[in-house]
């Protein structure tokens, strides 16, 4: 029974139901994406072989690199929301595995910088990949009407959810 529970879990809303069968419809379909969305996570960190953070930090150094830009430990430490020694051991532990380098800073010979290997932008391609290029053949495959309209109510829930915790 506990997994019955766990596996029906993501079905439950825990408020008032909306007021209409479609906006009833619309809930429960938000319910099953972010239940997808979490499968999608459980997965990738499965895939990786990689706890939350250390994919999370893989994630972020792979993205820098792709806009040129450079990382230090701080500024992982401010990206993850975390404390300087957890963000030492995922360092550590993601330098060991070998997807990530430290680069000393041209200047400042107590810093560095953290750079993902070729091996790093290859994991994050096959973690994510398959996840990101089955919501773009979704999307490729609406109508413009449905676009818009799909774009409009999505932004709508994303800043009334950011509302709330700006507020929490």
Same mark, same amino acid.
């Given at each position: 029974?506990?997994?019955?529970? *766990? ?7 825990? $408020?008032?139901?909306?007021?209409? &069968? $479609? ?12 239940? $997808?969305?979490?499968?999608?996570? &459980? ?27 450079? *990382?230090?430990? #701080? ?44 091996? $790093? ?18 999307? &490729? ?5 449905? *676009? ?17 915790? #700006?507020?929490?």
């Amino acid at each position: 029974m506990p997994q019955s529970i *766990v596996r029906h879990e993501h079905v439950h809303l825990y $408020a008032a139901q909306p007021q209409t &069968d $479609a906006g009833r419809e619309l809930s429960n379909a938000i319910l099953e994406l972010r239940h $997808a969305e979490q499968v999608q996570a &459980d997965r990738s960190q499965r895939i990786s072989g990689l706890g939350g953070i250390d994919l999370s930090a893989l994630r972020y150094l792979v993205q820098a690199r792709r806009e040129d830009r450079e *990382v230090s430990p #701080k500024d992982l430490i401010v990206m993850l929301g975390t404390s300087s020694a957890t963000v030492t051991n995922v360092i550590e532990r993601l330098v060991g595995k070998g997807y990530v380098l430290r680069q000393q800073h041209p200047t400042d010979r107590r810093a560095h910088y953290l750079l993902p290997t070729d091996a $790093a932008t290859a994991l994050v391609d096959e973690v994510y990949g398959g996840h990101h290029g089955a919501v773009v053949s979704v999307i &490729d495959d609406l109508d413009e009407d449905a *676009v818009v309209t799909a774009t409009a109510v999505i932004r709508r829930i994303a800043a009334t959810l950011d509302e709330l915790a #700006k507020r929490s």
